[in-house]
């Protein structure tokens, strides 16, 4: 780096004498920090040197970490002093896979507390005659469900149809993973009678006249994310800001968005007016129509939004979930002998979006969740690159439950992908395994914000407690590990020299807490990009 810099300096040497001249200038503002934190328990995620007592922000970077001897030289009677009274920080957290505006309040709408059933036909029912009553002309009137209601075929387009004959009408697996929608709703987003099925999904059809019962699977589903998501912008605005502040009291400080629900125009439209101040990355999720891909609008530009608010990388849905049975794997689903799943895109499709990840920038993730996919992709990933081409890709697998046996493991490591972990639904995934064969592991929970539940979940309830991760790996995975995962390790994601100044000072010391109470922890000052956006601390112990 340094050589670099004298390269640099000799190739342009008549900049030389305005370096110098500018050098007196600068010097004494050079080393006077902006904010300084002292007696702290400041843990880097940097494995050179964990834990640090002080650190110095100047601008939006950190200008040092260190003893309080060594930053405290660092202030001036304009710098902001902050006292951490032995108070625990950490880097922001960067959650890589999130789903923002998914399930916004919009329309009439009712909402269930998660559970895999979900509400009864009756219920639903009962729920979707009172909005009727409510809704204006055309406004959309939305559920969530769960399996019970998604799998009870009396519970199609008809019957809703009767309920609500003039509003578009969609009951969603609260998942993401299937939709039941009346005419009114095909309608609105130009799904026809008889229109053949997407590239990236499929829609389920009534056995004698062919036409569609209304149910719509995987990348069927866009359209219908996307027209509830638009239409009424106010509250989708309204929805991602209240997220964004829930974030940055927990300490989020970058969050990748998997956006299914806007796609490349509408996402920068809303996501300008949005303003978000957490860092957040807008990762493609193209729609498909029987003919292919539409990547236009994510192929278009600008790819900044604002200067937080990116556009990078693209993501593909590979295959469903075992919940719908829909994920492809070895053995068939229970009662079902002949049924092992199905992949959402054809083989050849699959092997092209490998093809681009291979020779293009744009890194590539991919959510597979059957040992059949895994299989598959690990496969075709072989036979048309060699393990040092895809390394620089850094693909990622999201959720990676399905990395699992010594084969996959294995290419998996060789090729360098990325595991993107959800804890909640990895309990059986063998992370100190992954670890130890040098995978790189970032944290990516999938909507379940709290990042606090999440380090309980990976460090207490592996199902193998030899896998569990210790709280320092935990943090480091969710931290250095999701910036590694979108190429900006050497950003963000350590609180060290140079790195951007986005960290979180928190409400208690989750390294040394009982477990069960890791869930309650909060952040108490979060700093992103040298900017204090949330505060219930500093004013008080300067
Ligand atoms: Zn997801």
């Known amino acids: 780096m340094r050589l670099n810099l004298i390269m640099t300096l000799r190739a342009n ?9 500018m050098q007196p200038h600068t010097a004494c503002f050079a080393q006077s920090a902006d904010i300084i934190f002292t007696n702290g328990k400041i843990f880097t995620s940097d494995t050179t040197k964990l834990y640090v007592q002080a650190l110095a922000i100047k601008g939006n970077k950190i200008l040092k970490v260190g003893t309080n001897f060594s930053i405290e030289k660092l202030a001036s009677s304009k710098t902001k002093k902050i006292n951490l009274q032995g108070k625990t920080v950490v880097p922001g957290f960067n959650d890589a896979h999130d789903h923002l505006a998914w399930l916004i309040p919009t329309g009439q709408s009712f909402n269930t507390e998660f559970s895999v059933p979900g509400p009864s036909k009756d219920a639903v029912i009962d729920s979707l005659s009172g909005l009727v009553q409510k809704a204006a002309p055309n406004q959309w009137i939305l559920g969530t469900i769960g399996l019970t209601v998604f799998n009870d075929t009396t519970v199609r387009r008809r019957l809703l149809d009767s309920i609500a004959p003039n509003n578009p009408l969609a009951l969603l697996i609260m998942w993401g993973h299937g939709i039941i929608a009346n005419s009114k709703a095909l309608m609105e987003v130009n799904i026809a009678d008889n229109a053949a099925d997407p590239l990236s999904g499929w829609y389920e059809r009534e056995p004698q006249t062919n036409k569609l019962t209304g149910v719509l699977y995987e990348g069927s589903e866009f359209p219908i994310w996307q027209a509830i998501t638009v239409a009424e912008p106010f509250r989708t605005i309204k929805a991602l800001r209240a997220h964004a502040a829930e974030q940055l009291k927990l300490g989020i ?3 990748q968005n998997m956006s299914a629900s806007l796609q490349g125009n509408a996402a920068r439209r809303i996501f300008k007016q949005a303003n978000l101040l957490v860092r957040t990355r807008i990762i493609a999720m193209p729609s498909a129509t029987s003919k292919g891909r ?3 609008e994510w192929n278009s530009a600008p790819k900044t939004i604002i200067p937080l608010t990116y556009i990078s990388g693209i993501k593909y849905v590979i295959d469903g979930t075992t919940l719908e049975q829909t994920a492809l794997k070895s053995k068939p689903y229970p009662n079902r002998p002949n049924w092992y799943g199905r992949l959402n895109y054809p083989v050849d499709t699959i092997r092209q979006i490998l093809k681009e990840a291979l020779t293009s920038n744009r ?5 597979i969740v059957g040992d059949s996919t895994i299989g598959i992709v690990l496969k075709l990933m072989k036979e048309i690159g060699s393990d040092e081409q895809w390394k620089n890709k850094r693909v990622r697998i999201e959720h990676g439950n399905a990395v699992v046996s010594e084969d996959a493991v294995k290419k998996v490591s060789d090729m360098g992908i990325v595991l993107v972990h959800t804890p909640q639904y990895g309990t059986g995934s063998p992370l100190q395994k992954w670890l130890a ?6 944290i990516g929970p999938d909507a ?8 309980l979940t990976m460090t207490t309830q592996q199902r193998d407690p030899k ?8 943090v480091i995975a969710y931290t250095k590990g999701s910036a590694y995962a979108e190429f900006k390790e050497k950003e963000k994601g350590t609180l060290s020299k140079g790195m951007v100044a986005d960290l979180a000072v928190l409400s208690q010391d989750i390294f040394t807490i009982p477990a069960e109470q890791l869930p309650s922890t909060s952040s108490i000052l979060t700093i992103i990009d040298g900017k204090i956006v949330y505060d219930k601390f500093s004013n008080k112990n300067q």
């Open 13 to 21: 040497i008549l900049l030389l004498p305005l370096l110098f001249t």
């Open 253 to 255: 400080t970058t969050v």
């Open 294 to 296: 539409d990547l236009a």
């Open 363 to 367: 890194q590539l993730m991919m959510h």
């Open 437 to 442: 064969t040098g995978i790189p592991l970032a």
């Open 448 to 455: 379940t914000i709290n990042p606090y539940l999440s380090i």
């Open 467 to 474: 896998e569990n991760l210790t709280r320092e790996q935990a």
